[in-house]
Protein backbone atom coordinates (compact mmCIF):
# COMPACT_ATOMS: atom_id res chain seq x y z
CA UNK A 1 0.00 0.00 0.00
CA UNK A 2 1.24 3.45 -1.03
CA UNK A 3 1.40 5.52 1.97
CA UNK A 4 2.63 8.58 3.01
CA UNK A 5 3.25 10.09 6.59
CA UNK A 6 4.16 13.47 7.40
CA UNK A 7 5.17 15.00 10.80
CA UNK A 8 7.70 17.30 13.08
CA UNK A 9 5.08 20.06 12.71
CA UNK A 10 4.67 21.88 16.10
CA UNK A 11 3.85 25.71 17.90
CA UNK A 12 6.80 27.66 17.18
CA UNK A 13 7.20 31.32 17.39
CA UNK A 14 7.78 33.97 14.69
CA UNK A 15 11.50 34.01 13.58
CA UNK A 16 11.63 30.36 14.13
CA UNK A 17 12.81 27.03 12.48
CA UNK A 18 10.95 23.47 12.25
CA UNK A 19 11.97 20.61 9.59
CA UNK A 20 9.14 18.91 8.64
CA UNK A 21 9.67 14.74 7.09
CA UNK A 22 7.55 13.08 5.24
CA UNK A 23 7.78 9.08 4.98
CA UNK A 24 7.07 7.13 2.14
CA UNK A 25 6.33 3.86 1.67
CA UNK A 26 4.80 1.25 -0.91
CA UNK A 27 6.45 2.89 -3.71
CA UNK A 28 9.76 3.24 -5.65
CA UNK A 29 10.27 6.55 -3.59
CA UNK A 30 13.16 7.57 -5.82
CA UNK A 31 10.99 7.32 -8.76
CA UNK A 32 8.68 10.88 -8.29
CA UNK A 33 9.13 14.08 -7.91
CA UNK A 34 7.71 15.41 -4.61
CA UNK A 35 5.82 17.96 -3.53
CA UNK A 36 5.09 19.99 -0.29
CA UNK A 37 1.73 21.50 -0.68
CA UNK A 38 0.12 23.61 2.47
CA UNK A 39 -3.32 24.61 4.01
CA UNK A 40 -3.57 27.33 6.04
CA UNK A 41 -6.48 27.13 8.01
CA UNK A 42 -10.13 27.47 6.31
CA UNK A 43 -8.19 28.48 3.05
CA UNK A 44 -7.38 27.15 -0.24
CA UNK A 45 -4.38 24.48 -1.19
CA UNK A 46 -1.37 26.14 -2.07
CA UNK A 47 2.33 24.25 -3.83
CA UNK A 48 4.97 24.94 -1.59
CA UNK A 49 7.95 23.48 -2.62
CA UNK A 50 8.27 20.33 -5.36
CA UNK A 51 11.65 18.31 -6.09
CA UNK A 52 13.38 16.34 -8.76
CA UNK A 53 13.73 12.70 -8.56
CA UNK A 54 17.89 13.34 -7.93
CA UNK A 55 17.12 15.84 -5.56
CA UNK A 56 19.38 18.24 -6.66
CA UNK A 57 18.96 19.32 -10.97
CA UNK A 58 15.33 21.01 -10.36
CA UNK A 59 13.59 22.64 -7.08
CA UNK A 60 11.00 25.33 -7.01
CA UNK A 61 9.37 27.03 -4.70
CA UNK A 62 6.57 29.29 -4.47
CA UNK A 63 7.74 32.42 -3.83
CA UNK A 64 6.55 33.50 -0.54
CA UNK A 65 9.23 30.80 0.98
CA UNK A 66 12.11 31.46 -1.28
CA UNK A 67 15.15 32.37 0.75
CA UNK A 68 13.47 30.96 3.72
CA UNK A 69 12.28 27.33 2.84
CA UNK A 70 14.38 24.60 1.93
CA UNK A 71 13.61 21.06 0.57
CA UNK A 72 15.45 18.23 0.31
CA UNK A 73 15.09 14.20 0.10
CA UNK A 74 16.92 11.40 1.33
CA UNK A 75 15.97 8.30 -1.32
CA UNK A 76 18.01 5.60 0.55
CA UNK A 77 15.74 6.58 3.37
CA UNK A 78 12.49 7.33 1.51
CA UNK A 79 11.88 10.74 3.09
CA UNK A 80 11.28 13.85 1.96
CA UNK A 81 12.25 17.02 4.24
CA UNK A 82 11.02 20.61 4.65
CA UNK A 83 13.50 23.22 6.74
CA UNK A 84 11.37 25.84 7.24
CA UNK A 85 13.54 29.28 8.35
CA UNK A 86 12.40 32.81 9.85
CA UNK A 87 8.82 31.98 9.82
CA UNK A 88 5.89 33.89 10.17
CA UNK A 89 2.50 33.90 11.26
CA UNK A 90 1.13 33.06 7.94
CA UNK A 91 3.03 29.73 7.33
CA UNK A 92 0.37 28.81 9.71
CA UNK A 93 -0.84 25.41 8.07
CA UNK A 94 -1.36 22.15 7.64
CA UNK A 95 1.59 20.92 5.28
CA UNK A 96 1.05 17.76 3.19
CA UNK A 97 3.63 15.73 0.89
CA UNK A 98 2.44 14.30 -2.64
CA UNK A 99 4.41 12.57 -4.95
CA UNK A 100 4.12 12.07 -8.58
CA UNK A 101 3.87 14.68 -11.95
CA UNK A 102 2.44 15.12 -15.03
CA UNK A 103 3.95 11.76 -16.81
CA UNK A 104 2.90 9.47 -13.90
CA UNK A 105 -0.97 10.23 -15.34
CA UNK A 106 -1.92 7.85 -18.22
CA UNK A 107 -4.96 7.17 -19.61
CA UNK A 108 -5.93 4.53 -17.31
CA UNK A 109 -3.63 5.42 -13.91
CA UNK A 110 -2.53 8.18 -12.66
CA UNK A 111 -0.10 8.23 -9.70
CA UNK A 112 0.06 12.33 -9.49
CA UNK A 113 -1.24 13.30 -6.03
CA UNK A 114 -3.19 9.61 -5.95
CA UNK A 115 -2.47 9.50 -2.00
CA UNK A 116 -2.33 11.55 0.75
CA UNK A 117 -1.24 11.57 4.03
CA UNK A 118 -3.39 13.21 7.12
CA UNK A 119 -0.44 16.10 7.22
CA UNK A 120 1.34 17.91 9.78
CA UNK A 121 0.13 21.19 11.27
CA UNK A 122 2.80 24.05 12.03
CA UNK A 123 1.35 27.00 14.09
CA UNK A 124 3.24 29.89 14.32
CA UNK A 125 2.57 32.13 17.27
CA UNK A 126 3.67 33.70 20.15
CA UNK B 1 1.52 32.23 -13.35
CA UNK B 2 -2.04 30.47 -13.91
CA UNK B 3 -4.95 31.74 -12.13
CA UNK B 4 -7.91 28.96 -11.66
CA UNK B 5 -11.06 30.59 -10.81
CA UNK B 6 -13.37 27.97 -9.35
CA UNK B 7 -17.82 29.48 -9.66
CA UNK B 8 -19.46 29.06 -6.00
CA UNK B 9 -22.70 26.70 -5.83
CA UNK B 10 -25.64 27.71 -5.64
CA UNK B 11 -25.99 26.52 -2.08
CA UNK B 12 -27.56 24.25 -0.99
CA UNK B 13 -27.64 21.44 -3.28
CA UNK B 14 -30.49 19.04 -2.55
CA UNK B 15 -29.92 15.52 -1.83
CA UNK B 16 -30.02 13.34 -5.32
CA UNK B 17 -30.47 16.17 -7.44
CA UNK B 18 -27.10 17.26 -9.92
CA UNK B 19 -24.46 19.47 -9.66
CA UNK B 20 -21.68 21.29 -11.70
CA UNK B 21 -18.59 23.25 -10.71
CA UNK B 22 -17.16 25.28 -12.84
CA UNK B 23 -13.02 26.29 -13.55
CA UNK B 24 -12.06 28.77 -15.81
CA UNK B 25 -7.91 29.43 -16.49
CA UNK B 26 -5.93 32.22 -17.32
CA UNK B 27 -4.39 30.69 -20.19
CA UNK B 28 -4.93 27.66 -22.06
CA UNK B 29 -3.81 24.20 -20.05
CA UNK B 30 -3.13 22.22 -23.05
CA UNK B 31 0.34 21.01 -22.31
CA UNK B 32 2.76 20.71 -25.17
CA UNK B 33 2.35 16.91 -25.35
CA UNK B 34 -0.87 17.21 -25.90
CA UNK B 35 -2.81 16.48 -23.08
CA UNK B 36 -4.53 18.83 -20.54
CA UNK B 37 -3.49 18.04 -17.30
CA UNK B 38 -6.58 19.74 -14.94
CA UNK B 39 -7.51 17.53 -11.90
CA UNK B 40 -10.14 17.63 -9.81
CA UNK B 41 -9.73 17.36 -5.68
CA UNK B 42 -12.69 16.71 -3.18
CA UNK B 43 -11.83 17.77 0.40
CA UNK B 44 -14.47 16.21 3.18
CA UNK B 45 -14.65 18.16 5.97
CA UNK B 46 -11.36 17.43 8.51
CA UNK B 47 -9.86 15.56 5.97
CA UNK B 48 -6.72 15.66 2.84
CA UNK B 49 -7.98 15.77 -0.01
CA UNK B 50 -8.51 13.13 -2.78
CA UNK B 51 -7.92 12.97 -6.12
CA UNK B 52 -11.01 12.27 -8.22
CA UNK B 53 -10.30 13.54 -11.56
CA UNK B 54 -7.05 13.49 -13.59
CA UNK B 55 -6.60 14.84 -17.12
CA UNK B 56 -9.53 16.62 -17.17
CA UNK B 57 -11.77 13.39 -17.63
CA UNK B 58 -10.09 10.44 -15.91
CA UNK B 59 -12.19 8.71 -13.17
CA UNK B 60 -9.37 7.99 -10.22
CA UNK B 61 -9.46 4.38 -9.55
CA UNK B 62 -12.51 3.77 -6.97
CA UNK B 63 -14.28 7.26 -7.46
CA UNK B 64 -17.95 7.11 -7.90
CA UNK B 65 -19.37 7.08 -12.02
CA UNK B 66 -21.82 9.91 -10.77
CA UNK B 67 -18.27 11.90 -11.00
CA UNK B 68 -17.58 13.51 -13.78
CA UNK B 69 -15.32 16.04 -15.68
CA UNK B 70 -14.74 17.76 -18.66
CA UNK B 71 -13.88 20.69 -20.75
CA UNK B 72 -10.84 21.77 -22.50
CA UNK B 73 -8.40 24.71 -23.14
CA UNK B 74 -9.63 26.92 -20.22
CA UNK B 75 -12.80 26.18 -19.25
CA UNK B 76 -13.73 22.78 -17.24
CA UNK B 77 -16.58 20.97 -15.20
CA UNK B 78 -16.93 18.72 -12.62
CA UNK B 79 -20.10 17.37 -12.57
CA UNK B 80 -21.99 15.20 -10.12
CA UNK B 81 -25.05 13.78 -11.05
CA UNK B 82 -26.85 12.46 -8.13
CA UNK B 83 -25.82 14.40 -5.11
CA UNK B 84 -25.52 12.07 -2.43
CA UNK B 85 -24.41 13.11 1.35
CA UNK B 86 -20.89 12.06 1.32
CA UNK B 87 -20.38 14.39 -1.39
CA UNK B 88 -20.08 17.14 1.23
CA UNK B 89 -17.11 19.06 1.09
CA UNK B 90 -15.04 21.74 -0.67
CA UNK B 91 -13.76 20.55 -4.21
CA UNK B 92 -10.25 21.93 -5.91
CA UNK B 93 -9.73 22.14 -9.66
CA UNK B 94 -5.77 21.79 -10.09
CA UNK B 95 -3.72 22.57 -13.22
CA UNK B 96 -0.10 21.05 -13.65
CA UNK B 97 0.17 21.48 -17.20
CA UNK B 98 3.25 23.80 -16.21
CA UNK B 99 4.93 21.80 -13.92
CA UNK B 100 7.18 21.93 -12.29
CA UNK B 101 7.42 25.47 -12.52
CA UNK B 102 3.62 26.58 -12.38
CA UNK B 103 1.14 24.69 -10.31
CA UNK B 104 -1.50 25.88 -9.13
CA UNK B 105 -5.38 25.34 -7.49
CA UNK B 106 -8.20 26.90 -8.04
CA UNK B 107 -9.78 28.36 -4.28
CA UNK B 108 -12.23 25.67 -4.33
CA UNK B 109 -15.75 25.59 -3.88
CA UNK B 110 -17.99 24.03 -0.88
CA UNK B 111 -20.95 21.50 -1.47
CA UNK B 112 -23.42 21.54 1.08
CA UNK B 113 -26.40 19.29 0.81
CA UNK B 114 -29.81 19.69 1.74
Known amino acids: EVQLVEFGGGLVQPGGSLRLSCAASGFTFSDYWMTWIRQAPGKGLERVAT?????????YYVDSVKGRFTISRDNAKNSLFLQMNSLRAEDTAVFYC??????????????????WGQGTTVTVSS | DIVLTQTPLPSPVTLGQPASISCRSSQSLVHRDGNTYLSWLQQRPGQPPRLLIYKTSKRFSGVPDRFSGSGAGTDFTLKISRVEAEDVGVYFC???????????FGQGTKLEIK
Open chain 1, 51 to 59: IIQDGRSEI
Open chain 2, 94 to 104: MQVTRFPGGFT
Open chain 1, 98 to 115: VRGAPGDCSSTSCSLMDV
